[in-house]
C-alpha cells in the first residue's frame, strides 16, 4: 500500500531525515496542515540536527511554500540545526516572496540543490 503522507520520517544514526514528497499545493493543502501540525506538536522531542530533503516534492506553490515554512520554524525555534537538501530555484524564489513579506523568518539556503 503506498502512503498518502508527503511527510516521510527516517532516523539514521540518531539524525532525523524529513523526506518530503509529492503536491504541496493549495489542493493537497489540508492532508499537509494536518501532517504538519503532529510533527509540529513533536518539534521539542527532537533535539539533534535534522535534515529536510525537498528533492521529491513534484509541485510547491506560495501556500505550500509558506506551510513548509512553519514547519522549519518550528524546529529552528527550539535550537534545532537543519540541513536543507534538494531545494530547486522554484524553492527558493517562493520561499524568497515568503520572506520578503515575513521578515521575521529566515530565507532558506539550500545546503545540497
Known sequence: MVSDKRIQREVV??????????????????????????????????????KIDASEIESIDTNGAWLLSQFVQAFEQHGVAIQRIGLNDEHLSLFGHIYRVQPSLQTPQSDHI
Open 13 to 50: 544514526d540518531a539524525n532525523t531525515i524529513f523526506r518530503l514528497t509529492g503536491n504541496w499545493t493549495t489542493a493537497s493543502l489540508a492532508l499537509l496542515e494536518d501532517e504538519v501540525r503532529h510533527i509540529v506538536a513533536a518539534a521539542s522531542s527532537i533535539t539533534s540536527p535534522l
